[in-house]
């Protein structure tokens, strides 16, 4: 039976956060899950994650920066009043500071157990919180050539919401944990080039038939078609501990894709690094995040994240005027000054040698940003 790629005629947008709860007494992981999600049992936009220490809240089809804004931070003002209840509170970051993975609840549903009980070790420490944007494309072949080239800014979303270093109590001395963790899953970290849709379904057939996956929701790339939605899916931001920053991030994603689809239309060869040079860049956006030299060609010159992605933004600022979201654009400008969070907690870690001022830091950033975008 072939896969269907159920196409978007419009590139709209979908977004997915997974939100570490936090005792705001300990600062611990706490599996208050369950208990939140007594409230919201009819809402489909409100779920349960691998632990029970996460929920995950997604926005609906969503036609531009604007709705997803309006969808997220509608979310966030209904469960605010019942976290605050329960004496715990959000936060959204790649890794919890201090948690360790033996602690933790497995979320009670078959999907999750039958992924412990199969891949173990690597699955049962996924402590990682991570950003999820979906972008419409119309049809299965430039879906596929739209996720090969992506693979190329692998780095520049990495580098951009890098906010991991910490794990287990330990400073890493990368910016990016989350990343490396994530890696070790059977079918997670970068993707296979396809040559086009049938191979894909390919792909798909033989892992499944071979018991490998059940469904597309077990292949966990960093950038992944996804059939059923019709869209192209980017997996690899860490979480991002405050609204403004998210929805800058997803504007990126969102004139990215459309960029690309507009370059497949015209004809254009899409951007496309070699898989050594997409391997060897996302290490370094792991690492340095954007202080890193990435590789830009196959002569081994190398320019830092940062530049390419100035550089990048340029190149989308017409894209940006169409989709509506030029300001959320433009906020990326933000980061690059300041820096990713990874920075701000090492900072605030290496001042006060204490990781629960460092969670109070994550939970204030993402409570007192996602009222200022509500108002």
Known sequence: MALVFQSSP???????VELQIVDVESRKLVSKGPEILKHFKDDINIKPELLQSTIEINTGICRNIKEVKRDLTNLI?????????????????????????????????????DLIDRVQWPAQRLMIFGLHVHVGINS??????????????????????????????????LASVRAKVFETLPTAGLPYRMLNWAEFQRFMKTLVAANAIETVREVWWDIRPHPGFGTVELRMCDGIPT?????????????????????????NYLPLHRHWVVRENKWRASRWSLEGQIIIDEEGNQKTISEEIRDFLEILQPVSVKLGCQQELQDVRGILKRGPSYKRQRNIYNKTGNFNAVVDALVEEWRNDCIVESV
């Open 10 to 16: 419009e590139p709209t947008l979908g977004v997915e």
């Open 77 to 113: 003002s209904r469960l605010l009043p019942i976290s605050d209840n329960l004496g715990c509170a959000f936060i959204s970051a790649g890794t919890h500071p201090t948690a360790t993975w033996p602690e933790q609840d497995i979320t009670d549903i078959t999907r999750y157990k």
């Open 140 to 173: 299965p072949e430039k879906a596929i050539a739209v996720f090969n080239s992506l693979t190329t800014y692998i780095p520049h979303f990495l580098a951009i919401s890098a906010s991991s270093p910490f794990w287990q109590g330990y400073d890493t001395g």
């Open 243 to 267: 609204m403004s920053e998210l929805l800058s991030i997803v504007a990126l994603a969102h004139c990215t894709v459309v960029w690309l689809s507009e370059q497949y239309d015209e004809g």
